[in-house]
Each structure stands twice: as C-alpha cells, then as structure tokens.
Nanobody, 122 residues
Framework: QVQLVESGGGLVQAGGSLRLSCVASERTFSNSPMGWFRQAPGKEREFVAAITRNSVRTSYADSVKGRFTISRDNVKNTAYLQMNSLQPEDTAVYYC???????????????WGQGTQVTVSS
C-alpha cells in the first residue's frame, strides 16, 4: 500500500510563498497521477492541482491558476506544490493524493497523505 507524507506547510504572510512536498513510500508512485487538494474549516475538500505520471499534463483550479505550480520527481518519489502570492483564502489543510486517473475529482484517488496545514495571515 502506498503511503504519502506531506511536509512544508506553515504560517506565512499574504503575498508570501511556500513549497509543499509529498513523499511516496513506493516505487510505483511513478505510475500514478498525483493530485493536491485542500480543505478549509467548515468547507468541503476542493481540488487544487493534478499532474500525470510523466508530468506531460497538469491541471489547476481556477482559484490557484498562475500562482501555484505542481511538479514531481519520480526518481525521488516526490510531488511538489509551489505556492506563490498566497492569500488568506488559501488557508487550509493541504493533502496530496495518488490514484489511477488524472482527475480533479477526489473520489478518483485511492491513497492520501495526512495533510499539512497552510495558514496565510493578512
């Protein structure tokens, strides 16, 4: 079973940047599309970004397009989410996920990390 561990969250001022990392426990990571999702208190989980297994395609939520960049390093079994120009509305717990399909729908992903908190102060 694939285990995913996120890191890189924290407290940042509006306009700042953070880079989240997601390390997978299995070499099969390289065969899986990856996604990043987030959930703010009292809100539903929402799609942030996704990337295909070979990094050829990426997809972003409109709310983060142009500010966030998803990438991966299959040699290191690691996915990244570079977040720039952060705003208070980006405050949430961020989760990485792996699954068989490149999708913006969280139900398509089988494996999830424990989440990392991102807090953006105004």
């Amino acid at each position: 079973q694939v285990q995913l561990v996120e890191s890189g969250g924290g407290l940042v001022q509006a306009g700042g940047s953070l880079r989240l990392s997601c390390v997978a426990s299995e070499r099969t990571f390289s065969n899986s599309p990856m996604g990043w999702f987030r959930q703010a208190p009292g809100k539903e989980r929402e799609f942030v970004a996704a990337i295909t297994r070979n990094s050829v395609r990426t997809s972003y939520a409109d709310s983060v397009k142009g500010r966030f960049t998803i990438s991966r390093d299959n040699v290191k079994n690691t996915a990244y989410l570079q977040m720039n120009s952060l705003q208070p509305e980006d405050t949430a717990v961020y989760y990485c996920a792996a699954g068989p399909r490149f999708s913006s729908d969280w139900v398509e992903y089988d494996y999830w990390g424990q989440g990392t908190q991102v807090t953006v102060s105004s």
